[in-house]
């Protein structure tokens, strides 16, 4: 069984594919202002996760490209949309096999970059993952509203799934 925080991730990218069910590509690529477009956000969050849970936890290089196109400080882009939905389920299913190894106390533990240990811990790092998740949750929802798309979700889902447990 999966440490709590991670059901927590699992949740929360659950809420994030149900916010973008039905979106369609030329929807995907629509730009609000400074807002990115919802590819971009996708490519965003894999990238996110690539480069915690895959390459600093596992030491593997996936997806190299997603930090160029849609990491932190990358110019606005419209990356097509089936390569940001292959790389997010790439990224997610190989982040899980590192996840799913997590403990309390390794959660206590620090990822190393060139031997030194980063100050973040692994724990915080999951956080601010999950964090992230809905912060971008957000920004779609709100993209999708302005593009005037009916029948969105209006709350948080089936919390039945993620219920509180002790860790």
């Known amino acids: 069984m999966a440490h709590t925080m991670v059901e927590q991730l699992r949740f929360t990218r659950s809420?994030?594919?149900?916010?973008?069910?039905?979106?369609?590509?030329?929807?995907?690529?629509?730009?609000?202002?400074?807002?990115n477009c919802t590819s971009w956000i996708i490519g965003h969050l894999a990238s996110h996760e690539?480069?915690?849970?895959?390459?600093?936890?596992?030491?593997?290089?996936?997806q190299p490209d997603l930090r160029k196109i849609c990491g932190f400080g990358s110019p606005p882009s419209a990356p097509k949309l089936d390569d940001m939905w292959a790389?997010?389920?790439?990224?997610?299913?190989?982040?899980?096999?590192?996840?799913?190894?997590?403990?309390?106390?390794?959660?206590?533990?620090?990822?190393?970059?060139?031997?030194?240990?980063l100050a973040e811990s692994i724990g915080t790092t999951l956080h601010r993952t999950?964090?992230?998740?809905?912060?971008?949750?957000?920004?779609?929802?709100?993209?999708?509203?302005?593009?005037?798309?009916?029948?969105?979700?209006?709350?948080?889902?089936?919390m039945d799934s993620a219920p509180f447990k002790r860790a």
């Open 50 to 62: 690539n480069q915690n849970f895959v390459f600093l936890a596992q030491g593997q290089k996936i």
């Open 130 to 158: 999950i964090y992230h998740y809905w912060y971008h949750l957000g920004e779609v929802h709100a993209i999708r509203q302005m593009l005037g798309q009916p029948n969105l979700p209006e709350f948080v889902g089936a």
């Open 87 to 117: 790389a997010w389920h790439e990224v997610t299913a190989t982040a899980d096999v590192f996840l799913d190894t997590l403990t309390t106390e390794k959660l206590l533990e620090h990822f190393q970059w060139k031997g030194e240990p």
């Open 15 to 35: 809420e994030f594919l149900r916010c973008l069910e039905g979106l369609s590509p030329q929807d995907a690529y629509v730009q609000h202002g400074k807002m």
